[in-house]
């Protein structure tokens, strides 16, 4: 069993920045792609960002490239999502997700592992 936690949400204005952090335990986590995603109110959940397992793959959705980065240190077992320039629209619960396999997945149902969500507030 997979554990998956998130941190960094939190309020913050219009063109600013906030760093998300998802911690996972349970299993060598150098084994497990990771994502994150987001919910709005009364939103379904969408796909926000992905990486490999080693970290040498990304993607985004085009509404943060540019914007969010995802990284990763397997020796700390962390993903990090760097959100920057950030807009109300991208006020969420920000959720991480993981799973086993070697490449980039970015529909929630590829993902078995789901962490309880951070909040992120982006006033204008």
């Known amino acids: 069993q997979v554990q998956v936690v998130e941190s960094g949400g939190g309020l913050v204005q219009a063109g600013g920045s906030l760093r998300l952090s998802c911690a996972a335990s349970?299993?060598?986590?150098?084994?497990?792609?990771m994502g994150w995603f987001r919910q709005a109110p009364e939103k379904e959940r969408e796909f926000v960002a992905a990486?490999?397992?080693?970290?040498?793959?990304?993607y985004y959705t085009n509404s943060v490239k540019g914007r969010f980065t995802l990284s990763r240190d397997n020796a700390k077992n962390t993903v990090y999502l760097q959100m920057n320039s950030l807009k109300p629209e991208d006020t969420a619960d920000y959720y991480c997700?993981?799973?086993?396999?070697?490449?980039?997945?970015?529909?929630?149902?590829?993902?078995?592992?789901w962490g309880q969500g951070t909040q992120v507030t982006v006033s204008s």
């Open positions: 990486i490999t397992w080693s970290g040498e793959s990304t």
């Open positions: 349970g299993r060598p986590f150098s084994s497990y792609a």
């Open positions: 997700a993981a799973r086993q396999g070697g490449g980039v997945y970015v529909t929630t149902q590829q993902y078995d592992y």
